[in-house]
């Protein structure tokens, strides 16, 4: 039942966030620092978009997201949480980070800061291993941020682009509403 309080919650505030934030779909270069697609500068972000997320539930957090310019890693695991647990245990960042390595959905060697945008890379690659998609062959064989990405593309839970980009939090919840929408419902 309470799974789908939050399926239910995540669509209303897709719904939401896609109506309220149409820039979101002209912004998709991820270009934040002016070095490119490729830039790998850090995002300055105010006081409140750095807010602590582990009290919040993941009706919260995403009503959260949806208002925010960029959705952060820290976000964006506590997201995953939910999305494979239920709750999200981590007080945390770090172990936020640790209980998803612990499942195998977080490569123990990714460096990931708290208070950065969510790449569509590190979102994809996170949600590939949660529901435990093979993939193609590169993805079997190579893996990796950018075959997680291509496969979250093809499988629908992403839109095209680059594994580079960063994500709105609007996008950040649109996409883990339409994958807990598709877990339900193919039982992932």
């Keep these: 039942m309470k799974t789908l309080i939050y399926i239910f919650w995540f669509g209303v505030l897709v719904i939401f966030a896609v109506g309220c934030n149409q820039s979101a779909q002209m ?78 959905i977080l490569p123990g060697n990714l460096e990931l800061s708290a208070d950065e945008p969510v790449r569509k890379g590190t979102l994809a690659l996170m949600l590939c291993r949660a529901l435990d998609i093979k993939g193609g062959l590169f993805m079997h064989l190579v893996g990796g941020s950018r075959y997680a990405y291509r496969e979250a593309v093809y499988l629908e839970f992403m839109q095209g682009g680059s594994e580079r980009e960063y994500l709105t939090g609007p996008e950040v919840v649109d996409i883990m509403g339409r994958v807990a929408r598709m877990k339900h419902e193919e039982n992932f």
């Design 27 to 104: 912004n998709r270069a991820g270009d934040l620092t002016g070095k490119g697609a490729a830039g790998s500068g850090s995002v300055a972000m105010n006081r409140d978009e750095k807010a602590g997320v582990a009290e919040d539930g993941s009706a919260e957090l995403a009503f959260k997201l949806a208002f925010k310019e960029w959705g952060t890693n820290a976000e964006a695991c506590s997201m995953m949480l939910y999305l494979v647990e239920g709750e999200d245990r981590g007080e945390t960042f770090e172990q936020k980070q640790q209980l998803l390595q612990s499942k195998g």
